[in-house]
């Protein structure tokens, strides 16, 4: 099992230009999650899937783009990048924890993105 | 005022040292606590899991909730260097959004051999 992964690993852009973040899980996991992790700022929610085709906003959307077209992958696109998106970017997917209605994120290893 | 609390330090401790880090948090609903450890540059990893009141042992850690107060903690006994990181409370309500964590802000944890 891989888990989590995320491409790439590093990023440098240009005020203006887009990217798009590549999350994939092998854990056959129906919730996965983008989030940007930012000095004394902790873990901000950008987009969530609960499945399957479909996304919802999280507490900070603004500027992004989401798709889950397969269930094992989750896509963060920048349309225009400015410097305030620089950032690290986790993504991450969830499952029910045995015998509890609480949930379990594991974590991919992040990208870190850079807007000049 | 955020939902929940996190003193994001750094808390520097000596080596073999009893750490404490805690979280506050003002959502009554919220039923499911967790702890989680993130090393330099690598993702969070869950290391601990509450739910409701009371503690939880496991090796050198215990997390401890008391709703009453709205605090969690969660304590290291013999600290060593390897933990090292940044620790950072979540939490969830009971209900259909319960996949959804609420987190703090991180706590910075030194261990100084």
């Known amino acids: 099992n891989a888990g989590v992964t995320q491409t790439p690993k590093f990023r440098v852009l240009k005020t203006g230009q887009s990217m798009t973040l590549l999350c994939a899980q092998d854990?056959?996991?129906?919730?996965m999650y983008w989030y940007r992790q930012d000095p004394g700022m902790g873990l901000r929610l950008i987009h969530y899937?609960?499945?399957?085709?479909?996304?919802a906003k999280g507490e900070v959307p603004d500027g992004y783009n989401v798709s889950r077209l397969k269930k094992q992958n989750f896509l963060l696109g920048l349309e225009s990048a400015a410097p305030s998106q620089t950032s690290v970017y986790f993504c991450?997917?969830?499952?029910?924890?045995?015998?509890?209605?609480?949930?379990?994120?594991?974590f991919g290893p992040g990208t870190r993105l850079t807007v000049t | 005022q955020k939902e929940v609390e996190q003193d994001p330090g750094p808390l520097s401790v000596p080596e073999g040292a009893i750490v404490s880090l805690n979280c506050t948090y003002s959502?009554?609903?919220?039923?499911?606590f967790m702890w989680y450890r993130q090393y330099s540059r690598k993702g969070p990893e869950l290391l601990m899991y509450?739910?409701s009141s009371g503690n939880k042992e496991d090796g050198r850690f215990t997390a401890q909730v008391d709703k009453s107060s709205k605090y969690i903690s969660l304590f290291i006994r013999d600290s060593q260097p390897s933990d090292s990181a940044t620790y950072l409370c979540?939490?969830?309500?009971?209900?259909?959004?319960?996949?959804?964590?609420?987190w703090g802000a991180g706590t910075k944890l030194i261990i100084k051999p």
């Open positions: 991450a997917s969830s499952y029910r924890l045995l015998g509890s209605q609480g949930y379990e994120q594991y």
């Open positions: 959502n009554s609903a919220f039923q499911y």
């Open positions: 979540a939490m969830s309500a009971w209900g259909d959004s319960n996949y959804q964590l609420i």
């Open positions: 899937s609960v499945g399957e085709g479909t996304t």
């Open positions: 509450t739910y």
């Open positions: 854990m056959n996991h129906e919730y």
